[in-house]
């Protein structure tokens, strides 16, 4: 069966861009970086061409296009954080030069978009209580980054 790994379109920042990534994920690592044998709309030969890495344990590819080409919401990151410490981590990190947006999203400063999202929120809004999930939903809604205390305390009512 193939494999699947998304490929990250960059006009030249792909390996800055791979190696920013994998500084704030654990288990992940830059696995090889493939030089330009000739002249490509890429860059020049021996200029990088592909980088092949892992993030968290997902394998990526990012390719120089030589071309910047924008990004929309349509594709995402989502991003399962475990607490309140790792949201934080991951939302200064990824934001740092980008731009923050609402509902736990925000586009980092290659203008990928990633969504930081507690574990817990997929709980709460699969809880059988409509007025739960609903006050869950409305709370995320009113959030830039998402914060799990206030998201309990809209749990509760």
Not at 83 to 101: F, H, N, P, T, Y
Request: proline fraction near 4%; include cysteine.
């Amino acid at each position: 069966m193939s494999k699947i790994a998304p490929c990250l379109w960059f006009a030249n920042e792909a390996e800055e861009a791979a190696n920013f990534y994998v500084s704030l994920f654990p288990d992940s690592r830059i696995d090889h970086v493939q030089k330009n044998v000739v002249e490509t709309p890429g860059g020049p030969e021996g200029s990088v061409l592909v980088v092949s890495f892992t993030l968290a344990g997902q394998r990526f590819m990012a390719l120089n296009g030589g071309t910047r080409f924008e990004y929309t919401h349509a594709i995402s990151l989502e991003v399962d954080c475990d607490d309140q410490a790792e949201v934080d981590r991951l939302w200064d990190g990824l934001s740092a030069g980008g731009a923050i947006e609402q509902c736990g999203w925000l586009k980092d400063r290659y203008g990928v978009s990633w969504q930081i999202v507690p574990t817990v929120v997929k709980q709460m809004l699969a809880d059988p209580d409509p007025a739960k999930a609903g006050r869950v939903l409305q709370a995320i809604m009113e959030m830039i980054k998402l914060d799990i205390a206030g998201l309990q305390a809209a749990y509760r009512g």
